[in-house]
């Protein structure tokens, strides 16, 4: 069964940092895109950042600068690394990946920035 499980959610305060990872299982991540997205209360969901199967990265304006994704193929795993955090990117994170015609999304990590 394919599934994407994320973990590493918490609070932290303004300026903090958090890492959060988008575990695979049922499939190798190698081969795929993976997409991190968050959804705040109130607001539509929106991407963050992707890294594709050959590693190229992209950010939304609001991550860059402060977020990373990254890669680790022997744990089949993305990670968002997360710095300089702000009260607005509180949410709810989500990682995608496409295959085929299908999406896959894991059930999601709170993230809440609050001092």
């Known amino acids: 069964q394919l599934q994407l499980v994320e973990s590493g959610g918490g609070l932290v305060q303004p300026g903090g940092s958090l890492t959060i990872s988008c575990a695979a299982s049922g499939f190798t991540l190698d081969y795929y895109a993976i997409g991190w997205f968050r959804q705040a209360p109130g607001k539509e969901r929106e991407g963050v950042s992707c890294?594709?199967?050959?590693?190229?990265?992209n950010y939304a304006d609001s991550a860059k600068g402060r977020f990373t994704i990254s890669r680790d193929y022997a744990k089949n795993t993305v990670y968002l690394q997360m710095n300089s955090l702000k009260p607005e990117d509180t949410a709810v994170y989500v990682c995608?990946?496409?295959?085929?015609?299908?999406?896959?999304w894991g059930q999601g990590t709170q993230v809440t920035v609050s001092s």
């Open positions: 995608n990946t496409r295959i085929g015609l299908q999406d896959y």
């Open positions: 890294i594709s199967s050959s590693g190229s990265r």
